[in-house]
């Protein structure tokens, strides 16, 4: 799949909510398509190395006997794997948060639409992997009005109908996302003073 095919089909993912994954996997790399520069104005498709692969599903070691042991293990990997691919984009400049707080230099950032869309790609890698055995990904969440608008990446524990939202929004990159139940992902300031408290 050419580089001009998978950002077509990236396109396709922002504007239609509906998840498409063009990822390529060789012996040498798996290559995956990421956005950022906010709304995925800026796409790119990455290339990481077996080795690189292999240090973020490492994370999943197979010791998770419950939902909440495989939660944690998805916050490791997730914090990991944007570490990995900052190393080929300019996303390793990205901090938590958007224009209010960092009203200047814009290179590399992101907003919850890049971040959850990112998100959700390396969660579905590591569902079709078959990493994932407590939860599956589902669309992804949506929060708020037309002017305080907030996306994020979203798993459905299985057998129990109870939805998590995996939100690396808040953080800076590399730095592990927060996960709450989707029903209590409703006001922000209390999500982001909840992650506050819990890290």
Not at 90 to 96: A, F, I, Y
């Amino acid at each position: 799949m050419n580089a001009r095919l998978a950002s077509a089909l990236l396109v396709c993912l922002c504007i239609c909510g509906t998840l498409v994954l063009p990822v390529r996997s060789h012996a040498k790399e798996l290559t995956l398509p990421v956005c950022y520069g906010f709304s995925c104005k800026i796409r790119q498709i990455v290339s990481i190395t077996p080795a690189e692969w292999r240090s973020v599903v490492d994370w999943f070691d197979g010791s998770a006997t419950t939902p909440e042991d495989e939660r944690q293990q998805i916050r490791q990997a997730i914090g990991w794997m944007e570490v990995v691919v900052s190393r080929y984009t300019p996303t390793h400049l990205d901090k938590g948060m958007n224009l209010e707080k960092h009203p200047v230099d814009m290179t590399g950032q992101m907003d919850c639409i890049d971040e959850s869309i990112n998100t959700t790609t390396y969660l579905t890698l590591f569902e079709q992997q078959g990493h994932l055995h407590w939860h599956r990904v589902i669309d992804r969440a949506y929060r708020g009005s037309l002017l305080d608008a907030h996306w994020a990446a979203q798993v459905e524990q299985v057998g129990s109908a109870v939805n998590y939202v995996v939100d690396s929004w808040f953080q800076d990159n590399g730095m592990l996302p927060y996960i709450a139940k989707s029903t209590e992902w409703v006001d922000l300031r209390w999500a982001f003073f909840r992650h506050r408290k819990d890290n």
